[in-house]
């Protein structure tokens, strides 16, 4: 294998432009690598390892990170086993899956809508989902696999009904995100008029859920969720060059070769079923799916979708929120849905401020 670097020209008063290597195989099959962009995941994976290893040793019974390492390797105490294996892990496995799979939902709709605030927690679909587990609790009685299921079941019925509804004739940025924001009001009012119908216990089983919290999670919302993640995060990986292009409009994507309706429609629904899949598994925690993809971008400064470093932002994000909230409150008093929704709302106040800066709002 050979390498060879390159850069980019650089015009007369720009900035200078980032280094691409690219690698050439003995067969012949070459492939660019942003140089910074895969320092920036590597930073991302290793902040996530260190923020999950600091997950699984908080608690009432804290545990050092060599004891963590050891446990996890086979050694430790049956004490200290059990808590990790049984405790602790599902919980820190959920938090890794639910927040890769937000971010990499969160940049595909922020690819396909063109806007930086097109993500599920603004167009709808964290609400579809909500009216899907209420419907389950208040009507039903459902346990966790009902509630669960009743998630799934809203929020992809959401994302068809948006679909529908924002077609015409293909479906295009400034119209779905329209039709989102429409829909997030109409669903939130009946989440509301849900509420009203629940006993009291009823709504408290919902208001805990709707908070978005990592606690109590098992093995039983681990694999499911990690078989949705191993299938799709992969197939919607495969769109990041047709995404990047449809970034430069549709014309001239079409022009390279993009199916560009079949592109948007398959990249999008993978993305519902991601956002549906991991609100069942922890609630509405809101505002990763907003921030992840951004944070990548100005992390990797890289154009298009960053679909990757937007799942490992999500991804440590979201855990390292979990260590700050029991750090900070203890172990149960503050989900994690709270203190992302604190730090998510500052940071998209700081969002729209430099948008409107830039003139673009």
């Known amino acids: ?21 690219a690698v050439r195989t003995g067969s012949g099959l070459s492939v660019r690598l942003d140089v910074r962009a895969v320092l920036a995941g590597l930073l991302l994976l290793a902040v996530a390892v260190a923020a999950a290893v600091a997950l699984v040793g908080s608690g009432d019974y804290p545990m050092t990170p060599s004891e963590v390492l050891s446990t996890l390797t086979g050694g430790g105490t049956p004490g200290q086993q059990f808590i990790v294996q049984e405790l602790r892990l599902p919980r820190v496995l959920v938090g890794l899956l639910v927040g890769a799979a937000f971010g990499v939902a969160g940049a595909v709709f922020q690819t396909v809508s063109r806007n930086p605030l097109g993500s599920p927690d603004m167009l709808g679909f964290a609400q579809g989902s909500s009216v899907g587990a209420l419907v389950a609790i208040v009507y039903f009685d459902s346990g966790p696999y009902g509630v669960a299921a009743g998630s799934v079941v809203g929020g992809v019925a959401t994302g068809l009904a948006i679909f529908l509804l924002a077609w015409k004739r293909g479906i295009h940025g400034y119209r779905f995100v329209l039709v989102g924001i429409g829909a997030a009001a109409m669903l939130y009012a009946i989440v509301l008029y849900l509420l009203t119908k629940a006993t009291i216990h009823e709504a408290t089983r919902a208001t805990t859920w709707m908070t978005g919290s990592l606690n109590g999670r098992d093995w039983d919302q681990v694999w499911p969720l990690a078989a949705v993640c191993a299938v799709l995060v ?33 990249a999008l ?42 799942a490992l932002m999500g991804a440590a994000l979201l855990v390292a929120a979990d260590v700050a909230s029991q750090g900070l409150f203890g172990a149960d008093q503050l989900p994690v849905g709270v203190l992302t929704g604190i730090l998510g709302g500052g940071y998209l106040v700081w969002l729209l401020f430099t948008e409107r800066k830039a003139g673009r709002v």
């Open 1 to 21: 294998m050979s390498e060879r670097s390159e850069r980019t020209k650089v015009t007369a008063g720009a900035r200078p432009t980032r280094r691409i290597r």
């Open 234 to 266: 992969p197939l919607v990986l495969r769109f990041g060059r047709p995404l990047r292009m449809l970034e430069m409009g549709d014309d001239a994507a079409s022009a390279l070769g993009v199916r560009v309706e079949r592109v948007r429609i398959a």
């Open 269 to 310: 629904l993978a993305a519902v079923v991601l956002v549906a899949a991991g609100t069942a598994a922890a609630g509405p925690i809101s505002f990763v799916a907003l921030t992840a993809p951004q944070l990548a971008r100005r992390l990797t400064r890289s154009p298009g979708p960053n679909l990757l470093p937007a």
